[in-house]
């Protein structure tokens, strides 16, 4: 009897089949494993860019808040004034102390400074510039009025620095003078020394008055001279402003920016986020993401003796670490 020798039973076939199964579903296992894996690196890796280039840009706007410095009055967790610094003597023992001030959702969600615009920079300013001298009197013994129309009276500014006198722009006078009040005693070591300030903003083009700045309890208006007076316009800013080495004043006009970082929750994600925003014409600007899924971000300074301000943010999964 001749036996038929082509072909498969079905045994074979059906475990065939069933190999043919397995090497797929292990294949579709290793390609779905491979994109996955392939999509959280690549997830991770744009992370670790973002927090890289987000990073940069807050040491970047806190190596540039000189302009903060014993003029911002926010307060750290202690109730210190973050922004004091003594540069020379005191008899406070508050400012040995460290400063730190945290961001938590819920608790405390902003933190607000101003920084130089570095693109913009800074120019000496001659106070007389901005004054028209009125018709001499008769009398030797009488003064000459003196009437002040605009830090860019003769478009001053505008030809020395184009870029600084543009509408929307922010600008602050400081001297490198720094002073403290006088008491019966002499200076007031209690109190940090400081330079009066003036910040508003270029409102037209032209020869124009700058608007103050309008933060109510943002920065600290008084006259470091005299307490009980507040800097509210230019004016009053170079009237006043204390003298350097000799008689004649040196004055600093800077081009500024007021930045907030502040966190905000993601109202479908749930997670918390920080944000950056800059302050322009009257308001901040919409907040652009710097870092997702945070639980903390502190700023913190060795003492009011030193000026570097360090960061960290502490996400959920470094809690306890």
């Not at 901005?130 to 008769?138: D, S, T």
């Not at 040196?250 to 302050?279: C, E, G, M």
Request: cysteine-free; proline content about 6%; overall charge neutral.
């Amino acid at each position: 009897m001749s036996l038929n020798q082509k072909g498969f039973s079905l045994a074979e076939m059906v475990v065939g089949v069933a190999l043919l199964g397995i090497m797929g579903m292990v294949a579709a296992s290793f390609f779905v494993f491979t994109a996955k894996t392939k999509e959280e690196i690549t997830n991770e890796i744009e992370d670790k860019v973002d927090n890289i280039i987000a990073e940069r840009m807050i040491l970047k706007d806190l190596k540039f808040s000189e302009p903060s410095f014993n003029n911002v009055l926010i307060t750290d967790d202690t109730g210190f004034r973050f922004f004091d610094y003594v540069s020379d003597v005191s008899g406070d023992p508050e400012y040995e102390s460290p400063r730190k001030l945290t961001l938590e959702f819920g608790r405390r969600n902003e933190f607000v400074f101003i920084t130089t615009n570095d693109k913009l920079g800074t120019m000496m300013y001659t106070p007389a510039v901005a004054y028209e001298l009125g018709a001499l009197p008769a009398s030797a013994m009488e003064e000459a009025s003196l009437t002040f129309k605009s830090l860019n009276k003769g478009n001053e500014v505008s030809k020395s620095s184009p870029a600084i006198w543009q509408v929307g722009n922010l600008l602050m006078l400081d001297s490198p003078a720094a002073v403290r009040e006088m008491t019966a005693t002499g200076p007031n070591y209690k109190v940090p020394a400081r330079s009066p300030i003036f910040v508003g903003s270029v409102i037209a083009p032209g020869e124009s008055r700058l608007s103050p700045l309008n933060l109510p309890g943002f920065l600290n208006r008084t006259h470091p001279l005299y307490p009980n007076e507040t800097i509210q316009d230019e004016d009053k800013f170079l009237r006043d402003i204390p003298p350097m080495g000799g008689a004649a004043p040196l004055v600093r006009l800077k081009a500024v920016n007021i930045i907030k970082y502040y966190l905000d929750k993601d109202p479908q994600t749930k997670t918390v986020n920080l944000l950056r925003s800059v302050y322009k014409n009257n308001t901040f600007s919409q907040g652009q993401l710097f870092a997702a899924g945070v639980s903390r971000v502190v700023f913190s300074r060795n003492n009011a003796r030193d000026s570097l301000i360090y960061y960290q943010i502490i996400r959920p999964q470094d809690v306890g670490k």
